[in-house]
Nanobody, 122 residues
């Protein structure tokens, strides 16, 4: 059963922007940290951003710091990843995931979406 659903991926030129959304139909992840991961072909999975339930704590990977912004609207059960100044190396499948616990760990995410493709062209 899919518990998180991503949308908003697509093809964009380098320097452009995209906003990804993650919804949780049928379930409210009260108290959960939500993160965005990505995986490029032939590479390992990378956690790029995370946000606590309250939004008061966030995490960004160095590779996206200053370009990506994570946010959430708990009333709408929706989380966002605003991506600006996209680079070719941002090309990947992006997944949202949920865990009960801190934003500061890469592990323990046991609820996942199916992913959305982001392709950045030069």
């Amino acid at each position: 059963q899919v518990q998180l659903v991503e949308s908003g991926g697509g093809l964009v030129q380098a320097g452009g922007s995209l906003r990804l959304s993650c919804t949780t139909p049928g379930r409210t992840f009260t108290g959960y940290t939500i993160a965005w991961f990505r995986q490029a072909p032939g590479k390992g999975r990378e956690r790029v951003a995370a946000i606590s339930w309250s939004g008061g704590a966030t995490y960004y990977a160095d590779s996206v710091q200053g370009r990506f912004t994570i946010s959430r609207d708990n009333a709408r059960n929706t989380m966002y990843l605003q991506m600006r100044n996209l680079k070719v190396e941002d090309t990947a499948v992006y997944y949202c995931a949920a865990r009960a616990g801190s934003v500061y760990s890469d592990y323990g995410y046991d609820h996942w979406g199916q992913g959305t493709q982001v392709t950045v062209s030069s």
